[in-house]
């Protein structure tokens, strides 16, 4: 018989699959537990559209990732820290400071936690990357000055 499984099964199958299943074991254990569904033309037609649902949201969320590297890429801000005499900053620059100047300077949120720098101590230029989405990243750089 087959089904579509509303949850993911421990060596079944994962959630949204169609497989093919035992009448018993459906019947029995995955329709009363309502970790399944049967396999009829509604349901399989709802799982078609969902599946081209998400296709096309990936599809976008890829597109766009694409187009906010072309924004950033190659681009830089600008942030003022306090220093000592020898140039050695007052605690150090973070990645939230970095994502409110591109903020600031280009209109754009940037998650903190997609931010990978290493440790901005002192003044000067330094380089940093930006995660868009998996294998789409930014490089960008922070100049910090006065």
Known sequence: MKV??????KNVGKKGELINAADGYARNY???RKL???????SLNELKNAAESKAYR????????????????????RISAKAGQ??????????????AAI?????????KRRIEL????????????IKLLSGITADMTVQVGE
Do not use: C, H
Request: zero cysteines; proline letters at 4%; hydrophobic letters at 40%.
């Open 4 to 9: 579509i499984l509303l949850e993911d099964i």
């Open 30 to 32: 995955l329709f009363p």
């Open 36 to 42: 399944a569904k049967p396999a009829d033309a509604q």
């Open 58 to 77: 990936e599809k976008k969320e890829r597109d766009d990732a694409v187009a906010l590297k072309a924004e950033l890429e190659g681009k830089g801000v």
């Open 86 to 99: 020898n140039g050695k900053l007052f605690g150090a620059v973070t990645a939230k400071e970095i994502a």
């Open 103 to 111: 903020k600031q300077s280009y209109g754009v949120d940037i998650d």
């Open 118 to 129: 290493e440790d901005i101590k002192s003044y000067g230029t330094f380089p940093v990357t």
